[in-house]
Each structure stands twice: as C-alpha cells, then as structure tokens.
C-alpha cells in the first residue's frame, strides 16, 4: 500500500513544485525580452528567489529527466533559450 502511494505521490509533487515554480517566476518578474535589461537590487533579489525555488522544486525531477525533451519544455517556460533537441552539460 505504501509504494503505490510513494509512486503516486512523488510524481504528482514533482508536477505541481514546477508548475507552481514556473507560476512564481512569472508573478515576481514577469515575461521578459531579450537583451539588456537594467536590474535595480530589488529585481536581483526577485531573480534569485524564483531561481532558488526553481532549483529546489527540480531537484527530483532533472534526476529522473535530464536532457529530455520535457526537461527542455520546462526549461523555456523558465525563460531560457534552449531548443528541444539541445542538451545541458552537469560538469
């Protein structure tokens, strides 16, 4: 009884931590444009708390999805410009 509730339990934790991360960077700041963009200390205190909650609700889910085609999907709702077929490198 307990596996099953751990097997249905972690994935649909991990969805709902990204989907509520993605949420969180794009209430605190919003969709940008490319290129420069002047950032005052409020802004970089705003990017480093929707990256640190991103890093914290991906943790589970990059183990078991690194460089797939999902990861990347996410990853451009986090505002990166990463293609479907690119990979990232860990070192």
Not at 36 to 44: G, Q
Request: glycine share 4%; proline share 2%.
């Amino acid at each position: 009884m307990w596996i099953i509730w751990w097997a249905l339990f972690i994935p649909t934790f991990s969805l709902l931590s990204l989907s509520s991360s993605i949420i969180v960077k794009w209430i605190l700041l919003g969709r940008r444009k490319p290129g420069k963009f002047k950032a005052n200390f409020f802004t970089e205190v705003l990017e480093w708390a929707a990256d640190y909650h991103f890093f914290l609700s991906t943790l589970a889910f990059q183990t078991f999805s690194l460089n797939s085609r999902i990861c990347n999907v996410i990853l451009m709702l986090h505002g990166m410009d990463i293609d479907l077929v690119s990979e990232r490198n860990e070192n």
